[in-house]
């Protein structure tokens, strides 16, 4: 049973460009949380959701920023006209239900 | 909302030693999990240990326990026998336990450990 899978590993993008981070989910788990560590801190909460809903996006900046988890395939973070300050890594984590969630390897964005 | 601190940016401790890290949070809920996360240079995020707030008995696994003293809304991580494979960053996270929607984890700033040989 595969963890969770996020790619890719490593992200560049310029000011401007669009970033786009991919989550799969265990086998077997619907509930997606997305994460982002800025250096030297923990990790804070953006989004959850389960198949094609967004439970909780309370942590999602209003602009910019969204999250999709359709019927078919991964979980995607979209980040349109990336800045500077996007530059982080990004977690992924899938649960169950109610219990403790697993996380992905994260993605590391990097914008120049 | 709820709060988690770490108030130990760093720890050190000798291999083969005890090592404590603390977390207080800050809750009105009486219904929620505790856990302690792991991240090693790798960046992955590791499970170490959870605990149910509705169960008295300290959760424990193999090297690694806690200390959960609900009234005072503290959750310490004793590692025994501390491994260079522990060093690590350490996150104390919460989790609500009750509300539907509600299952984002709220995480400390983290504890850094280096285990000196």
């Known amino acids: 049973n595969a963890g969770v899978m996020q790619n890719p590993r490593h992200l560049v993008r310029r000011r401007g460009q669009e970033a786009r981070l991919r989550c799969s989910p265990m086998?077997?788990?619907?509930?997606v949380y997305w994460y982002r560590q800025l250096p030297e801190e923990g990790l804070k909460f953006m989004v959850y959701?389960?198949?094609?809903?967004?439970?909780?996006e309370s942590g999602m900046p209003k602009e910019r920023f969204s999250a999709e988890f359709p019927k078919e395939g991964p979980s995607i973070l979209r980040i349109q006209q990336v800045v500077r300050g996007d530059s982080a890594a990004y977690f992924c984590a899938s649960s169950p239900e109610f219990i403790g969630a697993f996380f992905g390897q994260g993605t590391r964005l990097t914008v120049v | 909302a709820q709060t988690v601190t770490q108030s130990q940016p760093e720890m050190s401790v000798q291999e083969a030693e005890t090592v404590t890290l603390s977390c207080t949070y800050d809750?009105?809920?009486?219904?929620?999990?505790l856990f302690w996360y792991k991240q090693p240079p790798s960046r992955q995020m590791i499970l170490v240990i959870r605990q149910e707030a509705y169960k008295q008995q300290n959760a424990t696994e193999n090297r690694f326990s806690v200390n959960f003293q609900k009234a005072a809304k503290s959750f310490s991580l004793k590692i025994s026998d501390s491994q260079l494979g522990d060093a690590a960053m350490y996150f104390c996270a919460y989790r609500s336990g009750i509300i539907q929607g509600a299952q984002k984890l709220v995480f400390g700033q983290g504890t850094r450990l280096t285990i000196n040989p």
């Open positions: 086998k077997g788990h619907s509930h």
């Open positions: 959701l389960q198949k094609e809903n967004i439970i909780d």
């Open positions: 809750t009105s809920e009486s219904d929620y999990y």
